[in-house]
């Protein structure tokens, strides 16, 4: 993913679709976040990269902002908000030293800290969601990016009504565009490759089948521009069959194309996400 020094995203995207539904969002951390999707908050603290020793001051800044800029807008606008901190200090304590010492165990806890701080002080309600995961894993030594299969394998945590209590669940990274659309209620993003995890998201058939069907119509249409031909579309009958479709229109090799659902929210490393949704 396009993680440092990134051009803003230009497609459509699930930042875009929280803005017309009328969200108040907000980013702070890394810079990542204002860099993709930054046209379309509401309120940035852009914080650039600087390096693996930077390992609480950043997040320490984050924290800061999130909690000051809440006393200033939650009584202008009480519901209807997308808080994201991206946090650094794990990924870099895990490049230093390792993360599976107890230097990273540490760090954890203390961003844990943050997180609970940050998600008292919005006075959440029964309503509103939580959700904390990462962009990737990491070896006991710390590295990630070669393919490792531990390392491609992101943990996450989500909390709000509607999620299905229990676990652990596995989904598609693609499915969190449509995701996180579904459970704050606006339309998924044009460019969103599978439909909502109803591994977790507990939904009537109703509600799965126009969601399925949103993501699949946006799927023919995206294809569609590529140049695949209207026969070719018709004959695809599953997300899967319209992948082999894109892998092939656009020339990569076989899964190689996979990251456009996440271009529509790009997860990149600790985040906590706290949606307050809108009242009614």
């Not at 997300?239 to 092939?248: I, Q």
Request: proline share 6%; net charge negative.
């Amino acid at each position: 993913l396009r993680s440092f020094d990134a051009p803003p995203v230009r497609e459509d995207n699930l930042i875009a679709r929280l803005q017309e539904g009328v969200y108040v969002t907000t980013f702070a951390g890394d810079a990542s976040w204002t860099q993709l999707f930054g046209a379309w908050a509401d309120k940035t603290l852009a914080l650039p990269d600087r390096g693996i020793h930077d390992t609480t001051e950043s997040d320490e800044k984050a924290e800061e902002f999130l909690l000051g800029w809440r006393k200033v807008i939650q009584p202008l606008v009480p519901h209807g908000h997308v808080w994201v901190a991206h946090f650094v200090g794990s990924d870099h304590v895990a490049h230093r030293t390792s993360a599976s010492g107890e230097e990273y165990y540490a760090k954890l806890r203390e961003i844990d800290a943050r997180m609970e701080r940050i998600y008292h002080a919005q006075q959440p309600l029964e309503t509103d969601y939580v959700l904390v995961m990462a962009d990737h894993g990491a070896t006991a030594a710390g590295n990630h990016g070669g393919g490792e299969e531990v390392a491609r394998r992101a943990p996450f945590v989500i909390a709000g009504p509607g999620i299905r209590p229990g676990g652990p669940y596995e989904t598609d990274h693609r499915a969190w565009a449509a995701t996180l659309a579904c459970l704050l209620g606006v339309e998924a993003p044009d460019r969103a490759e599978r439909g909502p995890a109803w591994e977790f998201v507990m939904a009537g058939p109703e509600t799965r089948a126009r969601r399925n069907e949103e993501v699949d119509r946006k799927q023919r249409a995206v294809l569609g521009r590529m140049g695949v031909s209207p026969q070719a579309l018709g004959r695809a009958a599953s997300f899967e069959e319209m992948d082999a479709l894109r892998e092939e229109a656009s020339g990569a090799q076989p899964g190689e194309v996979a990251y456009a659902g996440l271009a529509a929210m790009a997860l990149l490393s600790l985040l906590i996400a706290v949606a307050f949704a809108p009242s009614g």
